[in-house]
T-cell receptor
């Protein structure tokens, strides 16, 4: 079966760094997405990885290891506005997104 | 219209009633999707459409139907609502189906079936 696993909740301190992990198992693989979703709002795109390695985009970076079925999202210099859920999603061989349940990130002052 | 819109924002519905959730996008995207999001679960695909005139079933299609008469609109119909269909429904669109295809989401419809 297809499955995306990520922690349910994480807590971090403003100004710090946090890493949100995601492991995936999909039928075929065409890439790994990260989305951000603030409470009561729609998900918005953060990053896409299809090759192994680290993709950096400002304070956010995303890493992929295809051999390990593993990805992480790294958030640096945390701000209060980063409090949100972070959704990991794998693109399967039919180009359908398989979504994890999301990681709720709580930022404390 | 800018982006993707959904209506209504929220709705309380009696079980057994018919309901259509509306979704419209103005980005001329070929592909459109309907998801439901429930607490503790990931987004689950209900139905999708890769281009106007075609539709396909997702992971949880039972009790739902869709149509895609044109590029912009993708309504979702619950023929006879049941309490288990209480959820937040998101419509999304992408330029096309395929590799690296960022999906753009509407603001969602919160549906309660009593």
């Amino acid at each position: 079966g297809q499955n995306i696993d990520q922690p349910t909740e994480m807590t971090a301190t403003e100004g710090a760094i946090v890493q949100i992990n995601c492991t995936y198992q999909t039928s075929g693989f065409n890439g790994l997405f990260w989305y951000q979703q603030h409470a009561g709002e729609a998900p918005t795109f953060l990053s896409y990885n299809v090759l192994d390695g680290l993709e950096e985009k400002g304070r956010f970076s995303s890493f992929l290891s295809r051999s390990k079925g593993y990805s992480y999202l790294l958030l640096k210099e945390l701000q209060m506005k980063d409090s949100a859920s972070y959704l990991c999603a794998g693109l399967d061989s039919n180009y359908q997104l398989i979504w994890g349940a999301g990681t709720k990130l709580i930022i404390k002052p | 219209i800018a982006g993707i819109t959904q209506a209504p924002t929220s709705q309380i519905l009696a079980a057994g009633r018919r309901m259509t959730l509306r979704c419209t996008q103005d980005m001329r995207h070929n592909a459109m999707y309907w998801y439901r999001q429930d607490l503790g679960l990931g987004l689950r695909l209900i139905h999708y459409s890769n281009t106007a005139g075609t539709t396909g079933k997702g992971e949880v299609p039972d009790g739902y139907s869709v149509s895609r008469a044109n590029t912009d609109d993708f309504p979702l119909t619950l023929a006879s609502a049941v309490p288990s269909q209480t959820s937040v429904y998101f419509c999304a669109s992408s330029p096309s189906e395929g590799v690296f295809n960022e999906q753009f989401f509407g603001p969602g419809t919160r549906l309660t079936v009593l």
